[in-house]
């Protein structure tokens, strides 16, 4: 009933676009309408060479089967050798923005803006076009809208805000190619520049005169350039099977479009700061997968919950303009209605949907990063007809770059033409939205979020409050104390996330009920404490990344799209408490300016120097910018000069005061100087050697590892599973070796590709120069091998610590790398991208230092662990969050009465069984004597698995996201350590490392490192 409620309304709303559409194009000049200007020549050649390479006339609309031809300004042919879209060529970034450059120096109606720079130090450009008129004010203009992006500057004016919407220039930002192998945007938005400089079509003219276009033609720059590398390297070798695209980005491949939130890319923090700069009203990112032209920014169910309802009003009106224009120009496989979901505003696109902005995205049907023109044969689900897809793709179709390209520019236009007719509503709505999101206090709520100055995790606050800081959101300090109502928080829930709300519960089959009303209580927060409120303009941003998330799992959309849970004070293990009570906002306050960092530096006298243990990443930084320094590491918390110190806490020596009093001011981190070391147990804490392994068959996760290590500044050599099958010694340059999540499973790890056909190499050479020298090798197809299994073995063996996790410990344990451990995987759908709940089960194993109890980390499945004290058990636990042990069968009496059997008399007490100890979901069974007997696969007490870290109870299990049900998840291990003769191999069930999101959970992997050698301290053997 649900989805026949929702198609109604889609339904209503497809039929109600159109009138919308025709009511507006009504208002809208007739000579508006697509058509060459009669009176303006075509270039001859490149318009023959348009319909050439054009497959079918179907796939060409009167706005781009001809060339307006200029004699000052050059066509991207110049650049090219040939049209866009030829079927011999891509560009690489420099020859587009040597295009674009040659373009503004021929056109007073272009400028080209640099950007910023990639990772690799490559440039990213913005291109603004629009007449002489508009090009001549941009900066006026830009104040004009500035003033509706924040309604604040004009005393919320609306009649002085009307006045700017029917005067001011809308912004229409484009942007191309984040996605490597998706490679037509550059060259169609080449000619898109050309055309919107040149063309005097009234329809043109019309978009020029009122509509400041902006175009980065290439966002991920350094991908583009490899992914031309190996379409030449293609090209020159016909005969031979082409690399995959190893790596995109430095760092992140596909998932670069899953950064809007954690802004660790600079792709992703460049493209933010332009559409802020220019307070663009739209961001349109363009994409390639379906055929012919997804709209997909309307997509499905559920839209983000923090977002205004006028943005999802606006991407209907706009996506199915699109569909009826395009279908009217006979354009085949035009769409708006899909299964992408707007819940997570993780995408690019959807910067402008959390800065007041339109969020808009294109699949247009692309060949896989190729030119060449490709027969292709399509599934029915790309060509069945359905009620939102009137006129589909056909069944099969040669498909070119040129059609792609066509579709690109036909639909930008179609929507940049739109948005000039329709610019004042707008411009208005862009207003309202900005409004809107300052009286949110008011409103909606909430009317801040509040982070108090004694959080006992100042660096991590601090991480969290810089990133709001990229969002271009507004932070405040509280000049004294103050004290505020806020609802009391569900005790049973317990952790650091938000004060009030606390964890959702589990879903059960019990009919919903409505919320109770919260009790409140007040709280009183010290002078500093950080308050980001919500009476500013990007207030929902703030909100969307603060809030917790909670994805039903009755919800109709059973197959979400990306994660569903991303609640950042959960993934950073910081309180942001959420204020509901709008007088937080007359709190005595000052805007924050400048890098937030918490106080750091040297304290007290003497040459021995304590460092709490808070699980502040700024601890790791710290050990290894000391590398000759004396780190020891208390086993037990302590107190001196004044201060309690958890387990864990550093005790240093052997470094000046003044040098460290420097390093830790830059990294916030507080240290007390005592005159003698304190009476605890202590063991050394080393800046231990790591390498970081990867697979040939897939990079990228592992690459949010390597971006965070980097950016704490932490060392470590990047190695191949194909060196570690070659090197018999590992010990000798690596303590610790990390294997994040890889691509594939147990057995591609060890085989990897197939070894059929041609080497493929990756390696930087003169056919393929933008290949990195920092990951090569001359044949990307071998896999680790089980020489290479057994060089792993033999270094933990010896000594070395491996970390492995998700799909990675899968293989660990499917290898043997471990005993007594197995994987649990839960239903497909019971958890989907969630931060769950998880307690701490051994605060004695140095793996747990400086981590609170109740941290919520992330899953992507629910993955978790069984542990068992026998070599291939499956454990002993209960399941399902019960308490363990055996059951009794059927028969009579109750269930704690013991069971007669008849025609026997009772037992004598001495027959009974002896009652077996309780075990819990997390535990091994204990041994009995009886095993003992034949103790062949009884696993030693000093080489068990040590269990670490737990899932919660499932009550109390789901912190943000979706969980449907998790009695096969609550109570579970989630991180187990592992012996294995001198060494541990670490097996995590979550990914900790992950999208820069899960800050609070790197300490978990950076204990492991610095105790590689003492991570048996603190453990209880079994008695046998």
């Known amino acids: 009933m649900t989805r026949l409620i929702r198609t109604a309304g889609f339904l209503s709303l497809m039929l109600a676009a159109p009138l919308a559409v025709a009511a507006a194009q009504a208002t809208a000049p007739i000579e508006s309408r697509p058509g060459r200007a009669p009176n303006q020549p075509i270039d001859e050649e490149y318009t023959k060479k348009i319909k050439e390479y054009t497959t079918e006339p179907f796939f060409l609309s009167p706005l781009v089967d001809y060339l307006p031809a200029s004699k000052t300004v050059p066509t991207p042919k110049v650049t090219l050798g040939d049209i866009a879209g030829a079927p011999t060529k891509l560009p690489y970034s420099k020859e587009v923005y040597e295009y674009m450059r040659l373009l503004a120096k021929s056109s007073p109606r272009v400028k080209v ?37 924040d309604p604040r500057t004009i005393n919320f004016n609306d009649a002085e805000a009307d006045k700017i919407a029917a005067t001011a220039a ?198 896989g ?34 059609n792609n390209n066509n579709y690109e520019q036909t639909g930008l236009l179609v929507s940049l033409a739109y948005i000039a007719n329709n610019r004042h509503l707008f411009l208005n709505n862009f207003y309202e939205k900005s409004k809107r999101s300052i009286t949110k206090p008011k409103v909606e709520g909430p009317a801040a979020y509040v982070f108090s100055a004694n959080d006992p995790r100042p660096g991590a606050q601090a991480d ?48 919903p009920t409505t919320p109770a009303v919260p009790a409140t209580e007040t709280r009183e927060f010290p002078a500093g404490s950080y308050i980001v409120r919500m009476d500013q303009p990007y207030s929902r941003i703030a909100d969307a990344l603060l809030d917790l998330q909670y994805w039903s799992p009755t919800d109709p959309q059973k197959n979400p799209y990306d994660d569903t849970g991303w609640s950042f004070p959960q993934g950073f293990n910081v309180e942001a408490v959420r204020v509901t009570d709008v007088k937080v906002l007359d709190v005595p306050m000052t805007r924050v300016t400048g890098k937030i960092t918490p106080a750091g530096g040297v304290a007290g006298g003497g040459n021995i120097f304590a460092i709490n243990h808070n699980g502040d990443n700024a601890l790791a930084t710290l050990r290894y910018k000391l590398p000759s320094a004396d780190f020891q590491s208390a086993e037990e918390s302590f107190d001196a000069g004044g201060t309690h110190f958890n387990r864990g806490s550093f005790v240093v020596r052997n470094v000046a005061s003044a040098d460290l009093d420097k390093i830790t001011k830059e990294l916030g981190l507080k240290v007390t100087a005592l005159a003698a070391a304190p009476s605890v147990k202590l063991h050394p804490a080393r800046a231990a050697r790591v390498a970081i392994l990867h697979t040939w068959t897939g990079t990228q996760t592992e690459g949010w590892w390597r971006q965070a290590f980097d950016q704490l500044e932490i060392p470590y050599t990047y190695i191949s599973t194909q060196e570690v099958s070659k090197d018999a010694n590992l010990n000798a340059k690596y303590d610790v070796i990390l294997f994040p999540p890889a691509g594939g499973g147990g057995q591609a790890i060890i085989d990897g590709m197939p070894m059929w056909r041609n080497p493929m190499p990756w390696k930087n050479s003169p056919e393929t120069p933008n290949i990195g020298t920092w990951a090569q090798t001359d044949d990307v197809r071998p896999g680790l091998g089980y020489n290479g299994l057994e060089n792993l073995a033999n270094f933990v063996k010896r000594g070395g610590v491996m970390v492995a996790t998700t799909n990675t410990a899968d293989f660990a344990i499917q290898f043997g790398l471990v005993n007594g451990v197995s994987s649990n995987s839960p239903r497909r759908g019971e958890v989907v991208g969630s931060f769950l709940r998880t307690k701490i089960v051994d605060d004695a194993s140095p793996i747990a230092y400086g981590v609170p109890d109740n941290l919520a980390v992330y899953s992507a499945n629910g993955e978790s662990f069984n542990v068992s004290s026998s070599r291939g058990g499956r454990g002993g636990g209960g399941g399902g969050g019960r308490a363990g042990g055996a059951s009794r069968v059927t028969g009579r009496g109750a269930p704690d009465d013991v069971d007669q059997v008849q025609g026997f008399p009772q037992l004598d007490p001495r027959f009974l ?98 105790h590689f050698d003492n991570l048996n301290a603190g453990r209880k053997n079994d008695a046998k």
């Open 170 to 367: 809308p912004v229409y930002y484009i942007t191309g190619t984040i996605h490597s192998t998706e490679a037509g945007a550059p060259t169609a938005l080449m000619e898109l520049a050309y055309r919107l400089a040149v063309d005097e079509s009234p329809y043109i003219k019309n978009i020029r005169d009122h509509v400041i276009t902006l175009i980065t033609p290439i966002v991920e720059v350094d991908g583009r350039d490899r992914t031309v590398d190996l379409y030449n390297w293609h090209v020159k070798h016909p005969n031979e099977v082409a690399p995959q695209l190893a790596y995109w980005g430095h760092y992140v491949a596909h998932d670069n479009n899953r950064d809007a939130m954690g802004m660790t890319l600079k792709l992703t923090q460049n493209v933010l700061n332009t559409y802020v700069d220019w307070k663009a009203q739209v961001l349109h990112d363009l994409h390639e997968s379906v055929a012919f032209m997804y709209d997909n920014t309307i997509g499905d169910g559920p839209y983000n919950a923090w977002i205004d309802p006028l943005l999802t009003n606006e991407w209907q009106m706009i996506g199915w303009n699109n569909v009826q224009e395009m279908t009217r120009y006979g354009m085949p496989g035009v769409f708006a209605h899909g299964d992408f979901d707007t819940w997570s505003p993780g995408y690019l696109m959807f910067i402008a949907a959390t800065h007041n902005g339109i969020s808009r995205l294109y699949e247009t049907f692309g060949n």
């Open 113 to 149: 803006f640099s950007i910023g720079t990639t990772e690799e130090g490559r440039e990213m450009i913005a291109v603004a076009i629009a007449s002489e008129a508009l090009m001549s004010k941009l900066d006026a203009n830009k104040a004009q809208l500035a003033k509706l992006a």
């Open 913 to 1010: 069984p002896v009652p077996r100890p309780t075990v819990q979901p997390w535990q091994y069974a204990p041994i009995t004597d009886d095993q003992l007997r034949n103790p062949l696969n009884i696993i030693p007490p000093d080489q068990r698995p040590r269990v670490i870290l737990r899932f919660g109870e499932q009550r109390d299990l789901l912190a943000s996201g979706l969980l449907d049900g998790g009695a096969d998840i609550a109570q579970r291990p989630v991180v187990v350590d592992v012996p294995l003769e001198k060494g541990h191999v670490v097996l995590f069930g979550n990914n900790p490392v992950y999208r820069g999101e899960t800050i609070g959970s790197y300490f978990l992997v950076f204990n492991t490192i610095l």
């Open 369 to 402: 990063g190729t030119a060449e023109t490709v027969d292709r044969t399509l599934s029915p689900s790309d060509y069945e007809r359905t009620w939102f897809k009137q006129n589909p793709a056909i069944p099969r179709v040669k498909w070119s770059l040129r």
């Open 464 to 511: 969290l409050l810089r990133i709001m800081q990229m969002q271009a959101v507004e932070i405040s300090r509280a000049t004294s104390a103050f004290t505020i109502t806020i609802p009391v928080k569900r005790a049973a829930a317990g952790g650091a996330g938000r004060g009030g709300r606390g964890g959702a519960a589990a879903a059960t089959d019990a009919a």
